[in-house]
């Protein structure tokens, strides 16, 4: 499976990956907007948007293109990478009920 990541901090990208990689899931990350997001998502299977760290227009473009890709999208505040496993862990729990 794979995520992508929209925002969080440059300096835990390593970290991001680790995380998704010790759950099973392969990753990009996107911590600031460099061109066209649309071209660059691939078709993953959950998008992971750090809202406290990246812009509303990051944000809208992200959203738009994964609905229109019907990708589910996972909303967590913090930019930590606790955070990051507790949301991967709800949404692996959620998938299987």
Same mark, same amino acid.
Request: proline letters at 2%; one cysteine or more; aromatic letters at 6%.
């Given at each position: 499976? =794979?995520?992508?990541?929209? /925002?969080?901090?440059?300096? *835990?990208? #390593? +970290?991001? +990956?680790?995380? #998704?990689?010790?759950? /099973? ?12 997001? +649309?071209?660059? @998502?691939? #078709?993953?299977?959950?998008?992971? @948007? ?10 809208? !473009?992200?959203? %738009?293109?994964?609905? +229109? *890709?019907?990708?589910?999208? @996972?909303?967590?505040?913090?930019? !930590? =990478?606790?955070?990051?496993? %507790? /949301? ?10």
């Amino acid at each position: 499976m =794979s995520i992508v990541i929209i /925002g969080g901090n440059e300096c *835990m990208e #390593c +970290r991001y +990956r680790e995380i #998704c990689k010790k759950n /099973g899931y392969k990753a990009k990350v996107f911590t600031k907007e460099k061109g066209a997001i +649309r071209k660059k @998502l691939g #078709c993953p299977d959950l998008m992971v @948007l750090f809202t406290n760290t990246v812009s509303h227009k990051m944000v809208n !473009s992200a959203t %738009q293109e994964a609905k +229109r *890709m019907e990708i589910p999208i @996972l909303h967590i505040h913090s930019s !930590s =990478s606790a955070a990051l496993q %507790q /949301g991967l862990e709800e949404y692996a729990a959620n998938a299987t009920a």
